[in-house]
């Protein structure tokens, strides 16, 4: 059964539980639970972290507390009952756990490491407070350390300062604005402070300063090593002020034995001394701690015959100083003892003894021995500071150590009234002694005794140092042979007070013999009373004694014998007839010298103060004593001061009239001594004596005449300063005066109480008489009333025992109200009497309402003259604090509304117009005082103060000017940042009083301003205070843990909610006045709508479609708020404001507004438009603010740049965005996009000399001078992008201005320039990049983005995988998608990104150039790449049954044609795709596109030789015909006989006769062109490689032979098949059909002409089967009976290829994506390769199968097949070439290099083995090669996309290096003599194919594939080697680009390619590629 608790209602868990049961509560250990009802062990209740969910928990994981339970039931609350300041720990230790690790994340190791510290501390301390066993002093000790700690950890956490009184955290609510803010400084101080400092607030006014804290030294000596001594030693440590040559402490003894330790056992680890009283003045002297050794034994240290052992004598050792300032830093900062090693220095000379240390300290090293190593003392050493009251508590372990309190010499800064003290130290100086009749001088030892009058030593009155017993007589030290000794030693005599009076002191003079006898030799002695005869102890001086002479025999007992005597000389000049029978005869040679100072509370040294005390001895000479005590020293008078006081009281009583004056003088004198900070201490005893010592019944009636007298006289006289000293002696006065007054009406039952109080009356009159007396030429008597008011508030005190509240008051009234007004007196003057005011008002007084209602008036009136002048304003804000203090404190009395009216009258408005003066000065601290005032007084009005004030305006003129007055300091409040940060809770109780106030002033505005009187200004200003107000940071409780926001959301709310409601309420109330502030205030609206406070936003969200509303009203449109809401959108966006939820509930709610009005379709048209532009802009900043690639950023520039331009047509904001851009871009080293980016502006501009303003950094020019500009530098943007046909329109453009100018110089410079580009476009060497199409699929993408496919221009050298890998990084969230297929639906929704990336060929749009012959390829270069908007992909497939042995017949090929919204290259890198076509090229039309492309290659390969454009070197020529002769011969063209000339296919398709006559026509009109061919490669040829030449002529004819059946007109043999040579000329003319002029004619305009030059290569008809054999590198374990057709499927045809066997674009030749059988398997397998990265960062798995090694080389197959592509050709180098220009291998190829990936070389075939081969250096661009030397052709990437072997660019002329980022199989250039070979590096070239068909039909070319006619490949069902393992390194695939690409007439029929239907993934498709795959099989 559940019962609700009764005592166990809150507790700690002290176990995490996991919440396992039914209704079980998860409970985290540390976390606190209000505990609701219990049952059986199990408790139900809430967590206070989540107050809402309600569960069960275990009774034993709670550690329960008390609590206090208020509101009992189901709404109670618990507060735990503990100190505040636990709760304080607890809270804050779990606010700082999270960040504390974050400042681990964030690096920040120093601090996370000082801060653990701190937290550990604070565990410690708070479980010392909870243990309950600490006195209130040291719980007092230990808050003060924990709140030191938390505001440390607090500031430097960048947490929120907490306001603290005395330990406590203050509530805001308790005290005045004021009072908090200036806690808020204390606590800011006390942050600022040292740690160890208490920091406490200011003193308030009237309080005194503070006591000089002083300071003491710890010492303890920690061992004296030595080991040279071996006596007895004395150590004496004392402190010494170097300056002025003194010592200026007591003297600490250690005594140790022989062997370094304590003489007495007891002391060991106990010989330390405190040195005490220092004071700061102190601490900055030159001080030096200096111990004095002293070694007790024989007279010679080392000398055993001096003297016999049993005799021990005091004798000097050694020395050693440390200097304090050199260590007090240290120890300062330390806070504990610290060790430190004093050398011990012995004296050379012992008569310099008294100064060793001296000689030490100055480093006089001839006076004195440094020791020896060993020596040494180890002391260790503390500074302490505070009272010693204050160090025995916080150091009680020092106490305990038997610690020797060691005085300082005399009185320190401060005495205490309880501090008896009574020291005479004496002072050993020196003597002078005779010889005696000795040969050597003497070694004398004093021995001194302190003898009472009767002659009796007193025993224990020496004391030698502290830390030793005192003892009954002193033994001085022996110093060796010396007649003239200097002791200088210290001996402390503490002699009882009552026998100071006649005891004297004797000195004994003795010789110590070291003879063997050893005695020691009295011969003579001196003494001195301890006090003079008239009373006075013995001054403070040097006194020069008399020695008399005596022996051993002499006797003392009988002390009057010598007492008689002088002691000294002055002594002697008292009794100069001395008798000479004495028996002690002076020597008047010898003289013995002493100084001696008293440090005595009860002794005095002092005549005059004497005299005063025994007064009634001379009677006469009382008017002289009470002169002359002026001149007495303050110590002496504070310690005799209640003897002083009843003697002075007792005078005037004995004669008023005659003493009166005198006595009140030396009252005054008193009082005032009491003032100074030395004896301030005294005050209480002054108090004690007034209060129950003074008897003075009658003194009042003369204290107060001389008072009067006093200030009735400062009109007059001309020196005042014994009345200024009456003035400040006035509390003391006032205090006699009443006690005096007091104690005779206690004796007189009341008498004379009028006369009393006429007379007090009548001298309050004087006291206003003074203040009245115009001062300003007097500066005597300003100083007279400056005295007076500084002291007149002390005295309240005191009349308040004598008068009531009401009658003091009126006192007080008119003495302040007699002052003159401020206009009439001094600058100093107005000082001193707010001061008066200011200690008036924190006067008990003042906190009686009855007096405030009397003195508040006049106060006020003061302060209003002050602030209305702008004078004192800091004391007249510490006045107002201390009157909203009081007025706060007492706010439940009823007086209080009235006192809060009157304030209100007077100050309101002076206080606005002072703090706006301050705001415009910006000081701060001036400011903040004011604000708080102000805030004060707000806070504490009420409904009817407010209805008050509004109704006291005389006119609207006056509301309108304080309304404006109050919202203006109310914006710069929130503007100006008058309180940090960190003073949370002072902005948020700001924040409140300001929402308080406006709510009361805004019905004042709607009532006066509305209607006829509207006030445009007003509103105005209240519109930007709310506005301005709900964006304040310290309201935006977003930001801030959810604990202080549910603490601030309980005591405040959500004050922009509430501000947001009266803003919105307001704007209604405006009606037709809304107008005004369209647009002005939209920004500022905009602004409050984007804070992320959806109530916020539903209120104000609204206000836009009434803006929109009322524009429409009066102008018929909004265009003025569509324009603002733009711009302003912008700039708040990107500064970090706005989020998806504003925009959507921004359209959501403003769509639902716009419904219903008549212009509802504008509308909604704009609100679409903005909340797209506020996508755009989202995304922007996301981009901008994150860690995002350059890339994202570019494009989403892009993105949001167009929309302005085409959507909502903002230039400027367009144009600004064209500058972001080109920034961005030059970042990125885009020079030639940031070049396009830049054209946008200048395209904008006009040739005119308009002026322009200054925009971004534009200065104020013409637009003529800003276009120029831009050309400029656009120019120069197009030259470092290498861009220079982009530059050269404009350098014309540039020209042609400059012409018409007649700026010849211009002109001169940009021909220059011009011809300069020409220049480069010829001789450097650029690379073609490549073209990637990327699809982003998936929500989760930015906007821009989202669902759109682009085409992306590559980097320098970057291939399929770099990109895709560069993708990959760009967006890590992103999946890459392992097929081709356009994405369904689900991928598209999905909130997820998926990445589609495969390359694309470009479809040049200047055919013209590239048809033209002798056009350099490195023009034709620019033109393939440039300019380029249509890029397409091919993929081959099978329609119907594939024909295993001849898969042409079904190969067919699907073609994407794909445009992009803008040409490449332009303002960005990449471009949306705006359409995409799908057309089908028939396995025919591919043959023949095939053939084609093979011929147009040969065609200009041969074309370049004749015409001599490749010099010298022939490999490029004998390659190409190789590949083309050796294909046919082996299968080659021959395959597609089979496939097309078959009589069933003619049968099957009739329609196709003509496409079969062309392709027939094809084939001839090759086997002419390779007869051409032969021909020229028989006149360059090389000896060396005529075998070459005759294996191709044998070759040649078998072609021939083989198409002699088909093609009879093929029996003619070329002439370069005959052996015999011809000139080249004749060979083209001996075949007419086969001219240059006809090859042209017939080839140039073929629309299939258009991409077959340089880009794409085939190395012979047999690219099939070489696909194949690339291929089935890449097989797994798999027969070659399925391999033909699994081969298709690993293949990458690429847009780079149009090689069957490209790998350069998987993504266009993926079939599917989920293998459902071993040939499925392996295209699977494929297709993963080709999207996934490079093999390096792929797993080694059978989804990435490895390439086959056999034997460590190639297959049977690939190497058959690599024989037949390549032959047998001798590599050689380009001695053209740099060794960077030069791939891994270059087989005499110019051109002949590319990048082969990361796979290892793989061996050549075997009849490149035959060859000899030369090292080959390796490729700049490849980190491995991928084939030997004589294999290059094999460099493909198996999955990279990028088919090397395809491409065309072997052909090179000496100028045109080779390009270092591919590398080709075989040369294969159509014939086009009029092209250059190879522009400098080319980049990756795409399909043969792709600009056949591309004119006349809009579909993409396919991929032709040529089907070898002689090629015989290796059984299909031989099995290829076994594949390695799948971690072995891939080899590139096998591949290049078609065998022989054969070209059709331009003008021979085409059929056209069908439009496809079915989509990629097709059952027909799939039946239509298995067959294709089935035929290549058989082949």
Partial sequence: MWTPTEEEKYGVVICSFRGSVPQGLVLEIGETVQILEKCEGWYRGVSTKKPNVKGIFPANYIHLKKAIVSNRGQYETVVPLEDSIVTEVTATLQEWASLWKQ?????????????????????????????????????????????????????????????????????????????????????????????????????????????????????????????????????????????????????????????????????????????????????????????????????????????????????????????????????????????????VYTCNNESEWSQIHENIIRKSSAKYSAPSASHGLIISLQLLRGDMEQIRRENPMIFNRGLAITRKLGFPDVIMPGDIRNDLYLTLEKGDFERGGKSVQKNIEVTMYVL???????????????????????????????????????????????????????????????????????????????????????????????????????????????????????????????????????????????????????????VDL???????????????????????????????????????????????????????????????????????????????????????????????????????????????????????????????????????????????EEQFRSSIQELFQSIRFVLSLDSRNSETLLFTQAALLNSFPTIFDELLQMFTVQEVAEFVRGTLGSMPSTVHIGQSMDVVKLQSIARTVDSRLFSFSESRRILLPVVLHHIHLHLRQQ???????????????????????????????????????????????????????????????????????????????????QSKDELKEFLLKIFCVFRNLMKMSVFPRDWMVMRLLTSNIIVTTVQYLSSALHKNFTETDFDFKVWNSYFSLAVLFINQPSLQLEIITSAKRKKILDKYGDMRVMMAYELFSMWQNLGEHKIHFIPGMIGPFLGVTLVPQPEVRNIMIPIFHDMMDWEQRKNGNFKQVEAELIDKLDSMVSEGKGDESYRELFGLLLLEKVEQETWRETGISFVTSVTRLMERLLDYRDCMKGEETENKKIGCTVNLMNFYKSEINKEEMYIRYIHKLCDMHLQAENYTEAAFTLLLYCELLQWEERPLREFLHYPSQTEWQRKEGLCRKIIHYFNKGKSWEFGIPLCRELACQYESLYDYQSLSWIRKMEASYYDNIMEQQRLEPEFFRVGFYGRKFPFFLRNKEYVCRGHDYERLEAFQQRMLSEFPQAVAMQHPNHPDDAILQCDAQYLQIYAVTPIPDYVDVLQMDRVPDRVKSFYRVNNVRKFRYDRPFHKGPKDKENEFKSLWIERTTLTLTHSLPGISRWFEVERRELVEVSPLENAIQVVENKNQELRALISQYQHKQVHGNINLLSMCLNGVIDAAVNGGIARYQEAFFDKDYITKHPGDAEKITQLKELMQEQVHVLGVGLAVHEKFVHPEMRPLHKKLIDQFQMMRASL???????????????????????????????????????????????????????????????????????????????????????????????????????????????????????????????????????????????????????????????????????????????????????????????????????????TLRKSPLHPIPASPTSPQSGLDGSNSTLSGSASSGVSSLSESNFGHSSEAPPRTDTMDSMPSQAWNADEDLEPPYLPVHYSLSESAVLDSIKAQPCRSHSAPGCVIPQDPMDPPALPPKPYHTRLPALEHDEGVLLREDADRPRGLHRKASLPPGSAKEEQARMAWEHGRGEQ
């Avoid at 102000?934 to 509004?950: E, G, I, N, P, V």
């Avoid at 093609?1607 to 011809?1622: I, R």
């Avoid at 190497?1759 to 291998?1785: I, M």
């Fill in 610 to 752: 004497l005299a005063l005390l025994k007064w009634k001895a001379f009677p006469d000479r009382i008017m002289d004593i009470l002169g002359r005590l002026r001149h007495v020293s303050g110590e002496e008078i504070v310690k005799f001061l209640q003897d002083i006081l009843d003697t002075l009281f007792v005078i005037l009583d004995d004669n008023t009239e005659k003493y009166g004056l005198l006595v009140f003088q030396s009252l005054v004198f008193i009082i005032n001594l009491l003032r100074d900070i030395k004896y301030f201490h005294f005050r209480p005893v002054m108090d004690t004596y007034i209060q129950k010592h003074f008897a003075g019944a009658l003194a009042y009636k003369e204290l107060i005449r001389c008072l009067k007298w006093y200030m009735d006289c400062s009109a007059e006289l001309i020196r005042q300063d014994h009345i200024q000293e009456a003035m400040r002696a006035l509390e003391y006065l006032f205090k006699f005066i009443v006690q005096s007054r007091i104690l005779y009406s206690r004796a007189t039952c009341g008498m004379e």
């Fill in 103 to 343: 400042l681990y994340v964030k690096h920040k190791v120093d601090l996370f490491y000082k801060l653990r510290h701190v937290m550990n501390e604070l565990i410690d301390l708070r479980r010392q407070l909870l243990s309950g066993h600490l006195t209130q002093d040291q719980v007092r000790e230990v808050k003060r350390h924990i709140t030191v700690r938390l505001d440390w950890g607090n500031e430097h956490l960048g947490l929120d300062l907490v306001p603290r009184k005395d330990f406590e955290v203050v509530d805001s609510d308790q005290i005045s604005v004021s009072d908090l803010y200036k806690m808020h400084l204390s606590s800011r101080q006390s942050v600022q402070q040292s740690t160890s400092q208490v920091d406490t607030m200011r003193p308030r006014h009237g309080e005194a300063c503070r006591m000089p804290v002083p300071h003491h030294f710890f010492l303890s000596l920690k061992s004296f090593t030595y080991n040279t001594i071996g006596e007895d030693t004395d150590v004496f440590f004392s402190l010494y002020d170097m300056r002025e040559g003194k010592q200026i402490s007591e003297r600490f003894l250690v005594r140790l034995n022989k062997n370094g330790g304590p003489r007495n056992p007891e002391k060991i680890e106990r010989m330390c001394a405190l040195f005490t009283d220092l004071s700061s003045k102190d601490m900055k002297r030159d001080l030096y701690i200096v111990a004095h050794v002293i070694r007790i034994g024989r007279m010679l240290l080392n000398d055993s015959k001096k003297g016999p052992a049993h005799l021990h004598y005091r004798r000097p050792y050694g020395c050693a100083v440390l200097s304090i300032l050199d260590v007090l830093q240290s120890l300062t900062e330390l806070k504990e003892e610290k060790d430190f090693v004093l050398k």
């Fill in 1604 to 1806: 002699y059946h088909e093609f009879p007109g093929l029996d003619k043999l070329s002439p370069a098949c005959s052996g015999t040579s011809t000139p080249r000329g004749n060979v083209l003319a001996s075949h007419s059909p086969m001219s240059p002029e006809n090859i042209k004619m017939t080839h140039r305009h073929s629309p299939m002409n258009l991409m077959g030059t340089g880009r794409h290569s085939s190395s012979s008809l047999s690219s099939h089967a070489s696909s194949e054999a690339g291929n089935v590198v890449m097989l797994g374990d798999s027969s070659m009976g399925e391999a033909p057709e699994d081969l298709y499927h690993h293949m990458q045809a690429s847009p780079s290829s149009s090689s069957l066997s490209s790998t350069h674009s998987a993504p266009s030749q993926m079939i599917t994506s989920a293998p459902s059988s071993a040939r499925d398997k392996y295209r699977h397998a494929r297709e993963m390769m080709l999207l996934l990265p490079t093999h390096r960062d792929r797993p080694s798995s059978a989804m990435y199968p490895a390439a086959i090694l056999e034997n460590g080389q190639l297959p049977n197959f690939q190497r058959a097949l690599f024989q037949q592509v390549v032959g047998s050709c001798k590599p050689c180098s380009d001695p053209n070439l740099s060794v960077a220009e030069k791939g891994h291998y270059s087989l005499h190829f110019d051109a002949f290099h590319h990048p082969l990936g990361d796979t290892p070389p793989a061996l050549p075939a075997r």
């Fill in 871 to 953: 004078k004192e304003l800091l004391i007249c804000s510490g006045i107002l604090g201390s009157i909203f203090s009081i007025v706060k404190t007492s706010s439940l009395e009823a007086d209080v509304m009235e006192e809060v009216e009157m304030m209100v009258e007077s100050l309101l408005d002076v206080l606005l117009q002072t703090l706006l003066t301050i705001m415009s000065k910006s000081h701060a601290q001036e400011a903040g005082e004011y604000v708080s005032c102000l805030l004060s007084l707000l806070r504490q009005m009420c409904d009817t103060h407010y209805q008050h004030l509004l109704d006291n305006f």
């Fill in 452 to 606: 009472y009058a009767d002659g009796e030593i007193l025993k224990d009155c020496i004391s030698l140092g502290s830390g030793e017993p005192n003892r009954s007589s002193y033994h001085s030290f022996v110093l060796y042979h010396s007649n003239s000794p200097r002791w200088g030693e210290i001996i402390k005599l503490p002699i009882p007070i009552d026998r100071f009076r006649g005891s004297h002191l004797r000195f004994e003079f003795r010789h110590c013999s070291t003879k063997d006898k050893g005695e020691k030799k009295l011969f003579g002695f001196a003494f001195s009373p301890l006090m003079r005869d008239d009373g006075t102890t013995l001054s403070d001086d040097i006194h020069e004694l008399y020695v008399y002479k005596c022996d051993e025999n002499s006797t003392f007992n009988n002390h009057a014998l010598y007492l008689g005597l002088p002691c000294c000389k002055e002594d002697y000049n008292g009794c100069p007839n001395i008798p000479s029978s004495l028996i002690f005869q002076r020597s008047t040679k010898e003289s013995f010298f002493i100084s001696t100072q008293l440090s005595s509370t009860k002794l005095t040294q002092n």
